[in-house]
């Protein structure tokens, strides 16, 4: 059986067991990802920490979801 590979999970190696693994890709990948500014709309929204979104373009930060920038909620 071949197994596919684990994109950024990779960097744990032989560690962890591939479903622990298969679950962190889960969050991980939507929360890499470049999402759209509710202020510009522009795809350069990317994550700052724990809930707090920056566009790259306008500089606007706000506030959303841990791992997505979801419905606005607040500027900071």
């Known amino acids: 059986m071949k197994l596919k590979k684990l994109a950024s999970a990779g960097r744990f190696g032989a ?3 591939r479903r622990i693994k298969q679950r ?3 969050s991980e990948i939507p929360q ?3 999402h ?3 202020y510009c709309m ?3 929204v990317r994550r700052v920490s724990t809930g707090i979104w920056q566009c790259r373009s306008c500089e ?3 506030t959303g979801k841990a ?3 979801g ?3 607040a500027v900071i």
Do not use: H, I
């Open 24 to 26: 962190l890709l889960t």
């Open 15 to 17: 560690r962890y067991g």
């Open 71 to 73: 419905e606005q909620k």
């Open 42 to 44: 522009k795809k350069n």
């Open 32 to 34: 890499r990802a470049k």
């Open 60 to 62: 606007v930060k706000f």
């Open 67 to 69: 791992y997505t920038p």
């Open 36 to 38: 759209k500014c509710p």
